[in-house]
């Protein structure tokens, strides 16, 4: 597709229970990067693919978070026994191989967790 | 430690009025400095890179390396300007490209 696609756009669970996020990329997009925004602050990068191989996982907790991006699939951001703390937007972004190329941003997920 | 600091939480001017919007950021590299813009109920889209060195919707930036700034600047805001705008660093080519984004500052920009 042309825009970044990720589904829902709202998701609400109870603490304890598992989240599951997804994201399809830009067609041609090698690259994915997942971020989370807590209460409108600033983004927090999580973990980056390319392609379906982990490229940089370096602010993914170390417990409960995992991600994967499977070929002909949407990437997925999974979070176990979640908490209240984990209550943010997600957002995917997606961009294409070569240095300098942006990222463009799909339209969050507002994860609420009761 | 990489860090991008965006001073003002909101600004509001009046149409017409200039605007600068700051960002200053900490990098031991060279960086590829961003802005991105978010509309009202839109996601998040590229305004500018500091490579391109071009002029989107009035708006430019200019990357000074010895004051670490890269400030977004218009001459004339139109109401239309009136979004959240966030600053955003990447360390280059070598890096693995994930972006470092400053708080954010709302512009608000008043008939």
């Known amino acids: 597709g042309e825009e970044v696609a990720q589904t829902p756009k709202h998701l609400v669970r109870g603490e304890g229970q598992k989240a599951k996020l997804y994201c399809a990329p830009i067609?041609?997009?090698?690259?994915v990067f997942w971020y989370q925004q807590v209460l409108k602050n600033e983004f927090k990068f999580l973990i980056s693919f390319q392609n379906e191989n982990v490229f940089d996982e370096t602010g993914m907790p170390k417990e409960r978070f995992s991600a994967k991006c499977l070929p002909n699939s949407p990437c997925s951001l999974e979070i176990q026994a979640t908490k209240l703390e984990d209550s943010a937007v997600y957002f995917c972004?997606?961009?294409?191989?070569?240095?300098?190329?942006?990222?463009?941003f799909g339209d969050g997920t507002r994860l609420s967790i009761l | 430690a990489q860090r991008v600091t965006q001073p003002e939480k909101l600004l509001s001017v009046f149409k017409g009025a200039p605007v600068e919007l700051k960002c200053n950021y900490s990098?031991?590299?060279?960086?590829?400095l961003f802005w991105y813009v978010q509309y009202s109920r839109q996601r998040l889209q590229l305004l500018l890179r500091h490579i391109s060195r071009e002029s989107i919707k009035g708006f430019t930036a200019d990357l000074n390396k010895g004051e670490t700034s890269f400030h977004l600047k218009k001459p004339f805001a139109q109401e239309e300007d009136s979004a959240m705008y966030y600053c955003?660093?990447?360390?280059?080519?070598?890096?693995?490209?994930?972006?470092?984004f400053g708080q954010g500052t709302t512009l608000q920009v008043k008939p």
């Open positions: 972004a997606s961009r294409q191989v070569g240095g300098n190329q942006p990222q463009h």
């Open positions: 990098y031991s590299g060279s960086p590829e």
């Open positions: 955003a660093l990447s360390g280059g080519s070598s890096n693995t490209g994930k972006l470092i």
């Open positions: 067609k041609g997009h090698s690259y």
